[in-house]
């Protein structure tokens, strides 16, 4: 039997989806998904921006206590910034799952619900087996 995509959460043959659950695993025969639809979590907008925010509380401060000569200490400061808030970001949207939906047999489920990194290879792996199985088909 041909494996498509294998990771500690999912494994994809040309028979089975095979996901592990919190007591075993959860089987899916690829056959019978109708339908699979994909859900991506949206990051929230302000995801980051705490960085940028007390950033500019810093700056303003240092900027009227210290006078003119802190203007580049307080570029600094603000570099530093944005910095953290395109990391924190990049986090985030590396923590943000996807799920991919289906209809078997005649029920709506979930099949797999996996971080980012992973969701697009799984998906890939589907697409090659549910390919493979329409092949023999014909």
Known sequence: MTVYYRSRHVVITEKLVKVRVDHGWRLW???????????????????????????AIVVGLVATRLGGWALPLALIVFAVA???????????????????RATYKGQDVVVFELPRREFDAACRGLIRAIERREDAKS
């Open 29 to 55: 025969v690829v056959a019978e998904l109708r339908g699979c639809t994909v859900q991506h979590d949206d990051l929230p907008w302000t995801t980051g921006l705490w960085a940028l925010g007390s950033s």
């Open 82 to 100: 944005v910095a953290v808030a395109i990391i924190e970001r990049r986090r985030a949207r590396a923590r943000s799952c996807s799920e991919l």
